[in-house]
Structures are given as structure tokens and as C-alpha cells.
């Protein structure tokens, strides 16, 4: 019974977790959906304007990263091609089960063949079916679903622009986790060379090859930037997110040498190499690091002292050091300077003075 309960407080620890992640574009969703019908019902006349709100939720959307402004394109276009190619249609050859294959067929064909993704191609089958089932060929109703698809991605975006919640606290949580798993890689790699243990190198490997830190952060990213551009709210906060951009291949190429730096020491530790007694040293200071170069992002710090840890765990291991060690060991040296390069880089300096800074391998002062 104590078990079951500690399981439920976790679930629902997780879901309060996911409402407040989501309680934003909630809110987006509901006030703008009504907006949508008003306009429609009251200021166009539109009897039934469920397209209006349906356009709302999509062009909002469920998540982050989404780009909304080609959304609302899309879903304009993909509705105007399925109720097109419908409306035509139906007029000419009437209704019935080939009818509908008919009609669904070539409107999300067409769309493909205009270039169309995959929301264009949806809705214009979903618009197809609408006039093969319900709508009266021939009618204005094909029209008015237009018009309402327009109000609802317009009021989405203007939901986005006034009611756009905080882009940089998701970019926090999401530098954090990204690099919280650079910190976590090469930390298993110290604690694997430390302990002798293979095992420790192929789940940490394993573990970098299924996370998705690198996806959510770049969507958070997108999505960052698309209401610093919308919103005047939230204007000040664009050279931030230009911080934010400006890392994020350094850091995506520090996590892909974390992954090469963990099959080397996997390699090793099979092979049975000696590795540098202080090389796990370095690994943890590097990892430690990672960590804090993750707070001066989300607080707008002083990179200069990220720079000094990162050059000292550079330092920690020199040319006598290796002399002893193997060959995959001499690997997962070089890349950890690989992975101070790049976490230097994302600091802001450029590859030659991200170099510059760490000290040379007969250099340890």
C-alpha cells in the first residue's frame, strides 16, 4: 500500500508538473477560441464557425517551437484547396462513398503537388470531406470556412503576441537539461575510468544516444523566438534569445565529442589501457563546468569564470601525463579539449580564441 501511494504522489507530482508547463498555451487557447467565435458569429455572421476556434488551437498548438506564422499559411491554404477541389467536384458528379474517396483523394494530392507539408495536406483533406458530407455545393459555406480559418489563425498569433507568458524561463529548463546531460556524460566517464567499470561507459552512451535534450532545447529555442518577434512585450528580451542561439551549435558539438569521448573510453576499458590517474579529475571539473556555464545563460552572467574552470580542467592533464596511457585513453584526452573548445565557443569566443585560452599539453602552470 505505501508503494501505491508514493506511485500516485509521483504521478501526480508529474501531471501538476505538465499543467503548469501547459497552462500557458491553455489559456492562449481558450481566450482566443472564444475571440474567434465571437468575430465570426457576431461581426462576419457565420452561423456555426467551428472552423474559427479549431484554427486557434492549431496554429497555437500544444507545444513549443512551432512556427506559427507559416501555420496560419498553411491551414488557410489547405482549406482552401480541400473546399476548392471539393466544392467543384461535388457540384459536378454529386455524393455518395466514391464520391468521398474521390474528392479526399485529389485535394491532398493536389496539395502535395504544390508543395504543401503536412498540415496543408491534412487540412485539405479534412476541407474535402467537410463538402463531401455536410456543405451544400455551390453554396457560400465554402467561403465562410475560409474566412474563419483566417480569424482563428489571426487571433492565435495576436493570443501569442499579448498573452505570450516568459520564452526565456522555458530556455532555461531546457539549457539546463541540455547541458545537465553534457555534465552527466562526461561525469559517467570519470566514474567509469575510475571504477574500471565498461558497464558505467555503455549505459552513460546509451543513455546520450536516446535523449532528446538537444530537440526540446532547439524547439524552445524557435518557439523563443518567434514571441520576441511578435510580442512587443517581450522585445527587450531578443538579444537574450540571441545568446541563446548563438550557443547552440557549440554545445550541440560538445554533446556528439561527449559521445565519441564515452566510446573511447568504453574501447579502453575493454582493451584494459591505463588511463592518467588525474584524467577522471579533469572530466568531473569539466562536467562541473558545463553546469555553470548553464546558470550564467539563464541569469545573463559573467562568462569569465566559466572560461577559468573550463581552462583549468584543460590543464589538469598534460604530455607527461600520457605518456604511460593507451591509445584510446590519448583519445579521450583530446576530446575532452574538444569539449572545452566548444563549450568556449559557446561563451561567445571565436574557435581560435577558444584555442588560445587552453593552456598546451607541456603546459600546467
Not at 52 to 68: D, E, K, L, T, Y
Not at 332 to 346: G, I
Request: glycine share 8%; net charge positive; proline share 4%.
Amino acid at each position: 500500500m505505501r508503494v501505491g501511494r508514493v506511485r500516485v504522489r509521483a504521478t501526480m507530482r508529474r501531471r501538476w508538473r505538465a499543467l503548469r508547463m501547459m497552462a500557458r498555451p491553455i489559456l492562449q487557447c481558450s481566450v482566443a477560441g472564444a475571440l474567434a467565435w465571437l468575430v465570426a458569429t457576431e461581426v462576419f455572421g457565420h452561423s456555426r464557425p467551428f472552423f474559427a476556434p479549431m484554427a486557434v488551437v492549431i496554429c497555437i498548438g500544444v507545444g513549443f517551437g512551432q512556427q506559427r506564422l507559416r501555420r496560419v499559411v498553411e491551414l488557410v491554404v489547405g482549406v482552401s484547396v480541400g473546399i476548392g477541389v471539393g466544392d467543384l467536384l461535388i457540384l459536378q458528379i454529386g455524393g455518395g462513398w466514391w464520391q468521398l474517396a474521390l474528392v479526399l483523394g485529389l485535394a491532398m494530392t493536389i496539395s502535395v503537388l504544390l508543395g504543401g507539408g503536412t498540415l496543408v495536406t491534412l487540412q485539405a483533406g479534412t476541407s474535402a470531406i467537410l463538402v463531401a458530407t455536410l456543405l451544400p455545393p455551390g453554396g457560400t459555406a465554402g467561403l465562410d470556412r475560409m474566412v474563419d480559418a483566417l480569424i482563428g489563425g489571426l487571433l492565435g498569433i495576436v493570443a501569442i503576441a499579448v498573452l505570450p507568458g516568459h520564452p526565456h524561463e522555458v530556455l532555461d529548463r531546457r539549457v539546463r537539461d541540455l547541458l545537465g546531460e553534457l555534465a552527466a556524460a562526461l561525469t559517467a566517464a570519470a566514474d567509469a575510468i575510475t571504477e574500471r567499470d565498461r558497464e558505467i561507459a555503455v549505459r552513460a552512451l546509451r543513455r546520450a544516444r536516446t535523449q532528446h535534450a538537444g530537440d526540446d532545447y532547439r524547439a524552445a529555442l524557435r518557439d523563443a523566438k518567434e514571441i520576441v518577434a511578435i510580442s512587443p512585450l517581450h522585445r527587450r528580451q531578443r538579444h537574450r534569445v540571441a545568446r541563446y542561439a548563438r550557443a547552440t551549435e557549440p554545445v550541440d558539438l560538445a554533446l556528439r565529442n561527449s559521445r565519441v569521448l564515452l566510446r573511447r573510453t568504453r574501447s579502453a576499458l575493454t582493451d584494459d589501457e591505463p588511463f592518467p590517474p588525474v584524467l577522471p579529475a579533469a572530466l568531473r571539473k569539466l562536467a562541473e563546468a558545463a553546469t555553470m556555464f548553464a546558470g550564467v545563460l539563464a541569469e545573463s552572467g559573467d562568462p569569465a569564470e566559466v572560461r577559468e574552470a573550463i581552462r583549468v580542467a584543460a590543464r589538469t592533464v598534460d604530455a607527461h601525463e600520457l605518456e604511460h596511457a593507451g591509445f584510446s585513453a590519448q583519445v579521450v584526452t583530446a576530446q575532452l579539449r574538444s569539449v572545452a573548445v566548444d563549450l568556449l565557443q559557446a561563451t561567445g569566443l571565436d574557435h581560435e580564441k577558444a584555442r588560445g585560452v587552453l593552456p598546451s599539453m607541456d603546459d600546467r602552470r
